[in-house]
């Protein structure tokens, strides 16, 4: 294996540094026996990825929540809590041996900090669906049809929600947005398995478009709008949402869904004539593809004038992480997200 020069060699040629790593490591460590969970906390090769991404975006507490995520998944499976410790001093050990240049020091104080912070709880007893929210029964009663495989009685409650005045907005907003963060808990506790978080939200999806029709109702369009998701990013629920919302809210909006390449993007937001390109990622070792888009886009002359606007997970780590990537703002959630674009458009 080559020296590695900087945090981008790192990313690149992660799978040669995990194997290298997996040598210092016990090979049962390895042997997953079906557990999806423990093959998740043993992927050398993401946490080199989230590594590299939290130097290389100057945010070391991209890999600090990550670890303690990953650490506290470990925990909720039951395995050996000093294991997943020990794969981040494996890693540590790899990167003095194998890397040079002042990036190697970024590298292990920011494991360091991270081996510090995984006895720190994640709090996650807590129901993402909360007295405050005024749809709480609604969300209740859709989330109990879902865990119970009943797709059309979950379906069925939307319906006859909407049709008995609920809007659609509150529907996203207050019935399945705390659902999916709901059964994304679920998840991390060890109470569902990840065939039935995707059934759940591949239910959710279908509502969504069952309502369709009825958020491109409206003839006036102030603004139009790309949304997507970045090359190796999957999870679009999230970006379609916010999508919906702005066509509800009058803007003529492209959905393109996830892991879509930048090439394919650019010439969207040329045909589009957009004015706005929206950005979504969840999982922070995508950003360097965040950072290729964004780049792309102020290289096209025909992209002037077009303002980007990033969200999702990743970004909520760090309040200026959007600002590292040259984006032009950041939007935790939706209403922000319209808001901020209004103002822009205004």
């Given amino acids: 294996m080559s020296v590695i020069c900087n945090e981008s060699a790192l990313i690149a040629q992660k799978r040669q540094v995990a194997d290298r790593v997996r040598e210092r490591l016990d090979a049962g460590w390895f042997d997953f026996g079906g557990n999806e969970r423990l093959e998740m906390v043993f992927d050398l090769e993401m946490h080199l990825a989230f590594l590299g991404e939290a130097i290389r975006c100057n945010t070391p507490k991209l890999f600090m929540e990550y670890a303690v995520w990953t650490q506290d998944l470990l925990i909720s499976s039951g395995g050996d809590r000093q294991r997943f410790g020990e794969c981040l001093r494996a890693i540590d050990a790899q990167i003095r041996e194998s890397g040079c240049g002042t990036w190697t020091a970024q590298a292990t104080d920011c494991l360091a900090e991270a081996l510090s912070q995984l006895d720190r709880v994640v709090s996650t007893s807590e129901s993402h669906l909360t007295e405050v929210n005024p749809h709480r029964g609604l969300a209740e009663h859709f989330l109990h049809a879902c865990l119970e495989l009943k797709r059309h009685q979950a379906v069925a409650l939307i319906l006859d929600a909407v049709g008995n005045g609920v809007s659609v907005t509150e529907i996203y907003l207050e019935v399945i947005t705390p659902v999916l963060y709901e059964l994304g808990r679920l998840w991390h506790l ?157």
């Fill in 190 to 346: 060890n109470r569902i398995s990840v065939g039935h978080e995707h059934y759940c939200t591949a239910i959710a999806q279908m509502v969504m478009a069952q309502l369709f029709p009825s958020i491109f109702e409206g003839n006036l369009k102030a603004g139009r709008l790309v949304s997507t998701c970045v090359a190796g990013e999957l999870h679009e629920i999230g970006a379609r949402m916010v999508s919906d919302l702005f066509e509800l809210n009058g803007w003529d909006t492209v959905f393109l869904g996830a892991d879509v390449p930048k090439d394919a993007v650019i010439s969207t937001l040329i045909q589009h004539d957009a004015q706005v390109l929206a950005i979504s990622v969840t999982l922070a070792c995508n950003l360097g593809y965040v950072s290729e888009l964004i780049e792309a886009v102020r290289t096209t002359p025909d992209c002037a004038g077009i303002r980007i606007l990033v969200g999702g997970a990743a970004f909520n780590v760090d309040d200026n992480l959007w600002q590292r990537l040259g984006a032009d703002g950041w939007a935790p959630e939706a209403q922000t997200a319209m808001a901020l674009a209004a103002r822009w458009r205004n």
